[in-house]
């Protein structure tokens, strides 16, 4: 899976160039678990029954903007969940992050498949599975390195809120710092779901 690891001395996230690819094991994974959870909503309501599968689809997502001396970030998570019951729900997100430091930028774009778990109303315990694909650009003393590589992460979170928005924390256990566009694996979040 690891082709090769470079490793520049500058002081941002973007120093480290690592190229992977995205294994055919995991792709039948993944497409495995969607299949499953469509099944499971297309029949939830058994034969003959009426449908009611959008009045428990719900909508959400997150929106970052950041800027500074020579920075800028934005990121748009967009995602819709199924809900299951009071409980449970689940469902699958997309994700898009670009950011400018100095003269180096990245670029990343992937998805999500998301569960939720609600053992009551006001406290939610979360895991999520995250596929990015990396474009990385970097300028460091005049010379250029570009490089392009998947990278997964696993998360594990619990929050508190109501059915609509959710506060919590979540961490990374796959976080590797040589290759997360993450900071950290330890993250804060809002969701806000419709």
């Known amino acids: ?32 678990v969607v299949l499953v959870f469509a099944a ?9 029954a009426k449908s009611d599968f959008w009045s428990n689809v719900r909508f959400g997502g997150g929106l ?10 934005i990121v748009v ?21 670009y950011s400018e430091v100095n003269e180096s930028s990245l670029t990343a ?6 569960s939720y778990f609600n053992p009551i109303p006001a406290v939610q315990l979360s895991a999520e599975f995250e596929q990015v694909h990396v474009n990385l ?27 609509n928005v959710m506060v919590g924390l979540r961490y ?8 997360s566009i993450y900071v950290d694996p330890w993250m804060p979040f809002v969701r806000v779901y419709f």
Not at 77 to 95: C, E, H, K
Request: aromatic share 16%; with cysteine; proline share 4%.
């Open 40 to 48: 499971l909503a297309c029949n939830a309501q058994g034969p003959g």
């Open 172 to 179: 990374d256990l796959l976080y590797d710092n040589q290759k």
């Open 137 to 163: 650009k970097e300028e460091f003393l005049g010379t250029t390195f570009e490089d392009q590589y998947w990278v997964p992460a696993l998360f594990v979170g619990a929050g508190f809120g109501n059915r």
């Open 77 to 97: 998570t967009p995602s819709g969940i199924y809900q299951f019951n009071p409980q449970f729900a689940a469902g699958v997100g997309l994700l898009f992050n």
């Open 109 to 114: 774009f992937g998805g999500s498949i998301l």
């Open 1 to 32: 899976m690891l082709n090769y690891v470079y490793e520049v001395g500058h002081p941002t996230k973007f120093l480290i160039l690592v190229k992977a690819h995205f294994s055919d094991r995991l792709k039948i994974y993944l497409t495995t």
């Open 64 to 73: 970052g903007l950041g800027f500074g001396s020579n920075t800028f970030n």
